[in-house]
């Protein structure tokens, strides 16, 4: 029978995603940093200054890296923080010869 993860319980799933929330904020903010440093970067080190093409090339790329990298991180904190990690069922955990690796 699988175990019922902690994130079933409302409470338990409300502070969990309510810390998602805040540290996606967070995130949100050092992304528009740097952005603003990547772009600052270029415009220093290029002597025929920035393209508009390329200003919204270095947004999307860095801004949006930066944010996938935060809200996939953000899961793996939300998923070990909130017990969800421990309501699986381990197929190995009766196998000798994965005892030794654990």
Known sequence: MVKRSPLD???TS??????????MLGMSI???VAVILALLFLHFS???GLTLHM????TAGVGLS????????GLVF????????DAIEDPFEDDPD???ER
């Not at 200003?55 to 270095?58: F, L, V």
């Not at 930066?66 to 991180?73: E, S, T």
């Not at 939300?78 to 017990?83: D, E, K, P, Y």
């Open 30 to 32: 050092v992304s528009i």
């Open 9 to 11: 319980n409302r409470d």
């Open 78 to 85: 939300l998923s070990s923080g909130s017990g969800h990690d």
């Open 55 to 58: 200003i919204i090339a270095t």
């Open 14 to 23: 409300r502070i969990a995603w309510s810390r998602y929330r805040v540290l």
């Open 46 to 48: 290029l002597p025929h």
């Open 98 to 100: 994965m005892k030794n």
């Open 66 to 73: 930066v944010m996938l990298g935060a809200a996939l991180m």
